[in-house]
């Protein structure tokens, strides 16, 4: 790839007296002795500054003949001694025609390395003056593009920096380019071949400019300052904003020198102290205001945190920048106190609800609002909305149980979290009342137990059951008795005495149930004691009588039945009949007991025998009376078993 480079053509140079004599034949006198043909070339070559602009010599030439279009009839390179002025070739090359036109290269070259070239048509024999031919495009080692380092030099007054370039083509650095160093005021700032560039005495600034000889260019500015003395903070301390986070302004220093004006080019190193953040740039070189400033994030810690500014040799370095953290938004709610408490119902939690609330980083989150609420259980609190303290901390006023003994429960919220749930058992107050469960209005066979054992619930003053009570059991009435009299309340507040067991008397019995200082006591249970099955038949009425014979008693005979304990039995069948004496006995001859347990005989008529009649007893003795011996006895329902006369009539 060659270019023209339009500034080596304006400072070109002319070698007019390059001449290239050849000799020249045609093809018709080849046998023959060959004609000499004059051809003289005037070769403009670049001029020797700007060739020393880039360290650059022309130390020789190269001439190439073409007759058109690619018939090469002579190439050839010669040396060119400094100020050379005329050169003389001689080269033998065959003429077809006379004149006739070819084709001129010229190459300039720096040892080996080819730089620049020409190309002109030549008419040959050459009339004069010779033809000139501008050697100016570049064909030396290809770059496209040149960088300058550094970008923003600064240099002390009347000190020295020597800047740096780098080629590429094609976006490819290249090893082998040639550059050439200008500056925008030579006189109070010059740069020499090998990009030294000399600061003058006083603050200033220039633009340095790197050109290839391909016309590739790059330019920067340099700045002349005096040495920096003082370092100070100039922003971006006492931020706020939460951990973790990349703080909103960067930290920011001057490096000023004595005149009080900043001073470029001065390394700066940021660093965290405390807290664990970060700092975006660690090293900064001051700007040409001698202003370095890097962005900052905050650590993981809530609270102050510090980063620190230093520059070698500068009073007042290091330099410090305090900043706050604030722990991030809510993400954990977390129960710390007053989980799973036991009181008595109705009263207050010796332990108040607290609960911490936590960022991602599990940092405590300040000033947030916590909402407790009675979530379950009744009951009241005081305080329901709290602000978290500064380690994260929220208790609720008070938490009063309900009156219903059993689980409570006390939610605490925070936007953007799970609720936690407190739980709290109540228990039951102190035993107030006695109120009867079971085992009233029974009945039950004389003797015998109840089926169903008196029972009394013992309930503190909002009808919880209260366990743990003693309460005393007596019989009241109708006899008997009772088993564990003194019965204690389970869990569910149940006291029950062990069994009662009936008087022997029909009719009404009672036991009273009652504790020390209990609304409602005693409590009395009734029940009613039943006949039991009939085992007694005696001779209520009509026995010993005396009457003519032949005729009826005075007094029909009557028997009563009873149980056990001489309890009545009514309903029960009693047949009636003689058994000694003759006679009759009206009907029916079976007769059924009254309420009283009696039945009395139908009409009974004397046999015609004067002497003893006696009715249905065994062991009786005579009797001196006119009368006759009747038998009675029973007939026992299908339901009950037989039995026989405890006391027949004697």
Not at 213 to 236: C, M
Not at 287 to 294: I, Q, V
Not at 329 to 344: E, M, Y
Not at 509 to 516: A, K, L
Request: with cysteine; hydrophobic share 45%.
């Amino acid at each position: 790839m060659s270019r023209r480079d339009p500034l080596l053509a304006g400072c070109a140079r002319a070698v007019p007296a390059l001449i290239l004599l050849l000799t020249l034949a045609t093809c018709r006198d080849a046998f023959e002795p060959h004609a000499l043909a004059r051809i003289a070339v005037a070769p403009v070559l670049p001029s020797r500054a700007a060739l020393a602009a880039f360290g650059l010599t022309i130390d020789h030439v190269r001439f190439v003949v073409v007759r058109p279009v690619s018939d090469t009839l002579a190439d050839t390179t010669v040396a060119l001694p400094p100020g050379a002025t005329e050169l003389a070739l001689e080269l033998r090359v065959p003429l077809v025609a006379s004149p006739e036109t070819l084709n001129v290269s010229v190459v300039a070259l720096s040892g080996t390395i080819p730089l620049f070239t020409g190309t002109s048509p030549v008419r040959v024999p050459t009339p004069p003056p010779p033809p000139v031919i501008p050697v100016t495009t570049y064909i030396g080692p290809a770059a496209d593009s040149v960088v300058i380092l550094p970008r923003s030099p600064f240099i002390l007054l009347n000190d020295s920096l020597r800047l740096g370039a780098q080629a590429f083509n094609g976006g490819v650095p290249v090893s082998q380019f040639f550059v050439s160093w200008s500056t925008s005021d030579p006189t109070a700032a010059p740069i020499n071949f090998f990009g030294m560039l000399r600061a003058p005495a006083a603050r200033g600034a220039v633009w340095v400019r790197a050109r290839t000889p391909s016309g590739a260019t790059d330019s920067v500015t340099a700045t002349f300052t005096p040495p920096a003395s003082q370092l100070l903070a100039f922003a971006g301390g006492g931020q706020i904003d939460t951990v973790g986070q990349l703080l909103g302004l960067p930290l920011e220093v001057l490096a000023r020198a004595a005149d009080g004006l900043g001073v470029g080019g001065v390394s700066v190193h940021f660093r965290a102290l405390t807290g664990g953040g970060g700092v975006t740039d660690s090293v900064v070189v001051t700007d040409g205001a001698g202003h370095a400033r890097t962005t900052v994030t905050l650590g993981g810690l809530p609270g102050g945190q510090t980063f620190e500014a230093a520059a070698v040799g500068l009073s007042g370095s290091p330099v410090s920048f305090g900043v706050v953290a604030l722990a991030g938004p809510p993400a954990q709610l977390l129960a710390i106190a007053g989980v799973g408490q036991l009181a008595t119902v109705a009263t207050a939690l010796l332990t108040r609800p607290a609960v911490l609330l936590k960022d991602a980083g599990g940092n405590p989150v300040a000033g947030a609002s916590v909402t407790f609420t009675v979530s379950g259980g009744g009951g009241s609190l005081t305080g329901g909305t709290q602000l978290t303290n500064a380690a994260g901390l929220a208790t609720v006023g008070s938490w009063t149980l309900g009156t219903i003994a059993g689980p409570n429960t006390l939610t605490a919220s925070a936007p953007g979290v799970t609720p936690v749930v407190f739980t709290a058992t109540g228990l039951a107050g102190a035993a107030a009342s006695i109120v009867k469960v079971a085992g009233d209005l029974q009945s039950a066979i004389v003797n015998t137990v109840v089926p169903i054992v008196p029972q009394v619930r013992i309930v503190d003053q909002f009808g919880n059951h209260v366990s743990g009570t003693t309460v005393s059991a007596a019989v009241a009435s109708g006899g008997g008795s009772v088993v564990n009299a003194t019965p204690v309340s389970d869990s569910a507040g149940i006291a029950s005495v062990g069994s009662w067991r009936l008087g022997t008397l029909v009719g009404a019995n009672s036991v009273s149930v009652g504790g020390t200082g209990l609304a409602g006591s005693p409590i009395s249970f009734t029940a009613t004691g039943l006949v039991d099955s009939a085992s007694q038949l005696t001779a209520f009425a009509g026995d010993g009588q005396s009457a003519l014979v032949g005729s009826p008693v005075s007094i029909n005979p009557a028997a009563r039945v009873s149980d056990q304990y001489g309890n009545a039995v009514g309903g029960i069948p009693v047949t009636f009949s003689i058994s000694l004496g003759g006679g009759s006995l009206a009907t029916p001859a079976t007769v059924t007991t009254d309420t009283a347990g009696i039945a009395r005989s139908p009409t009974w008529t004397l046999g015609l025998l004067a002497g003893l009649n006696t009715p249905a007893r065994k062991g009786s003795r005579p009797r001196q009376a006119a009368s006759h011996l009747m038998v009675v006895t029973y007939r026992p329902a299908p339901s009950e078993s037989p039995w026989q006369p405890r006391m027949p009539w004697s």
